[in-house]
Each structure stands twice: as structure tokens, then as C-alpha cells.
């Protein structure tokens, strides 16, 4: 039976985060054989890290990371091109060729990430966030997931009492092939080529660092140390000693997007470059004066490349000198398909915000929405949430075992845009029965000021005991 369920165990866990899918899997035992001397070991892992480097999840990690930037790289890649009459292609240097970006990637996971985490995360111990880091353990798990949603996945370091967040392409895993466990690791970065490659190398025993300068070979610059810092002291004489300790585990956690390390782009990229070409060429049809053509008579033997720059020197000069017998050039407009293209971006925006799950505030734009219409909205946005918060809980539980806190679980407040005076008129009605705590609370969260909580609670009690003190009858 042992056995039996530690198989199902583990074959649940290699299908949960696709293990299987990747196209580089790097093992613990593989690791274990290469450490016979310091200078092989440095060679492998220097390997690994290159090999990483050229495998496809992580040039899409790239891929994706850019769009989230901002730009779109396959429109940018595109390019026009015209032929001549011996039917070699030339790129096109005479019409416009606008590439537009329209950044919706860049919303859509802004929103994501601020519709689950925007108002940070709740505890029943007001110790618990304080161990944890306070308000910088939420800006660390709202980094961690929106990496996760860019790229697939991502990595939460706890450094001895701080989160840290590890992006995909900069770390390399190293699983057990028997349980499909993390049990190691390489953060990784470069500031430049000209700049060494820094190298972290994290085992359960401790973690070491590593230097891999441009023309010589890689040395390790700190030797391997624990992962916590635990100080000795003394009554008489204070700090005595310094030494460092290890975590049963190692304290790096992953966090798969979806559960299953797929960026929240994919299956999306070209929807985008649709809307990103549908925008662009409207953009270009203005520019190219309302589509105007040219019907040359005798002109002959003129290729493609000739008649561009024809019409080019037209749009710049506006003067046509017509040479030979019976021999013209007439100009004819046709207006720009706006309507058409408007169709289409629009029906693009819609598709994407079905795909990507997510909240067009365009609906609601009306100022006299009811609670009822403003929520509907944000079923496909909640649905995708619920998904979401499942995975955050499962990877902040893991940190706060870390932490050595088990007597606690984490909550959210979701940042809903709503009709505020019909909200709050609801939470009034209910306050008999809900309790005046909770009345607050909420009500101060409809207004978006829930960080005075405490000092509104203290000015209430104050309030109170003042009350009490002149309702006193006298002796």
C-alpha cells in the first residue's frame, strides 16, 4: 500500500507541473555523478545553463516576456516585399508599414495579478504577515504570479525570513527522477557580454556561488554555507558565534501558472498579431492618402519596384512628366475600408477578452449600473480567479511551512470595481447580524481604505468608553 500510493502520488505530481512536457529535464542523479572533482562540476553546470538557454520553453519565456513589454516581435519581424520581373522579391521601402502594438497582453495580466493580490493578503494573526515580511511579502508573491502568467512558471526563494522571486529564465531546476521533486537549482544572471556570468548554485545542504568570467575558466568565488543564520550568544558576552543551518527541505518554491506551467499566452499569440495587424494596417491606409492608385497608359516596361517608386515620387513631388505618344498617368482614389477593418479589430478585442478571461470596462462604462449588471461582468474574471487562488495558496502554504508557520492560512480580497453607495447600503442592512467588526472592515474596503482599519477601530473604542464614562449617574 506504501508503495502503491507514493506512485500515484508522484505520477499526480509530474502530470500537475508537466514535468513530462519539457523538453530539458535536468535530474538530481545526474548532478550527483558530476561531482567528482570542483572544476567538472563547474563544467556541468555552466553546461546545463547554456542548454537551458536553447531550449524552446525558455526562448518563448523570452517571446512572451517582450510582448509583455510592450512590443510585439513577429510584427516587428514582418516585413513587405515586391518583385521585379525576374521575379527576385525586394523588401519594400516606398509604403507605409506602421507596426502597432497594443500592449494587450500587458493589461490582461496587470489585471490578473491585481484583481487577486491588488489589496494584498490577509491573515487571522496580525503576526503572521510580519514574519512573513510584511507589506514586501505581498509585492514578492504579486512578482512571483505575474512572472508565472508571462512565462509559465516561476520560483519563490525564502532567504532566511524574505521572499525572493526567481524568474524562469534565470533558474535552472533540478528534479529527482523518482518523485518529480525540486531538489536543486542555478540562479543565474549576466549584466552584459562584456561581464562575468554569476552563478547561485542551491542544494538542500546549502547553496555556494559561482563566477564564469568572458575568457578563462569558471571558479567558485563563496564556498557552500547554510541557508539559515543562526547566532549564539552569551549573557556576558552577546553575540559569541555565527553559524548556518539548513531547511529540511530546499527553500525554493515553484509556482506553475494553471497548474500546469503554460503561459497565459499561449494558444493567444496570434489572435494578437491579428488585432496588432488589423491596427496597423488602418494606420497605413491613412498614410497611403485614402488608397490612391495610378492607371499608367504606355508605359510599358516598368516593373513592380519601378512603379512603386512611380507612386512614390507622385506623393512627394505631385508632378508627372508624361512622355511619348498617346502616353498617361491617371490617378484614382478609393476611401480607406474603415468600417470593415473597425468590424474587425472590434470582434478581435471581444475574442481576446473571451480567451484571455478577462474584465472589459467598456461594459460598464455607464455611471448608473446597478450591483447586479456590474457583477455579472466579472463572472469570467472570478472563474479564472477561483482557478488561480488555488495555486497562490498551495505555493504561500509552502513558504509559511518554511517559515515555520502552520496555524494560519492566507485570504484575499478581490479588487472589484462596483456601484459603492448601493454596496454599502447592503452591508448597513446586514450590520445587525453581521456584527459591527465586519461592517467596518467591509465598508472600509468598498472605499478602498482599508489600511485605517485599526485606527478607526481604536477611535470607535475610544469613543465608547468616553461615552460610558459621561452616561455614569453621579453619587
Known sequence: MYY????AATSLFISQYGIKERDNVFTIQDLEKEKTTEANLLQYLTGKIASFKQSREYRLAMDYTTYYD????????????????MGKAHVDMWTANHKLASHFFTRVVDQDVSYLLGNGINFKNESTKDKLGGAEFDFRVQDVV????????????WNDGELQMYKFTEFVPFYDE???VLSAGIYFYQLSAETPLVGYFFERDGYSRFIVPKNSDAYFDKKKRGYMRVAETSPAFGIENVKYDNYSVL?????YWNGNGKSEMTGKRNTINALDLSESQMVNN??????????????GGMDDIDLVKFKEHMKTIGVAEVNGENA?????TIEAPFEGNQVTVDMLYKKLYTDFCGFDSTAVSASNQTATAIQATYVPLDLKADKIERYVTKFILQIMKLADITDDEPTYTRNKLINQLEEIQKLATAAPWTGDEYTTRKILTVLGDIDVFEEIQKAKMADD???????????
Open 286 to 299: 491613412v498614410d497611403e492618402g485614402n488608397l490612391i492608385y495610378w492607371v499608367l497608359t504606355n508605359y
Open 328 to 332: 498617361s498617368a491617371t490617378a484614382h
Open 178 to 180: 523518482i518523485t518529480g
Open 70 to 85: 510592450g512590443e510585439n516581435i513577429d510584427i516587428n519581424r514582418y516585413e513587405k516585399v515586391i518583385y521585379d520581373t
Open 146 to 157: 505575474r512572472e508565472a502568467e508571462i512565462t509559465g512558471k516561476a520560483y519563490g526563494f
Open 251 to 255: 527553500p525554493i518554491v515553484e509556482f
Open 4 to 7: 502503491g500510493a507514493k506512485t
Open 465 to 475: 468608553f468616553q461615552r460610558i464614562d459621561t452616561e455614569q449617574p453621579e453619587e
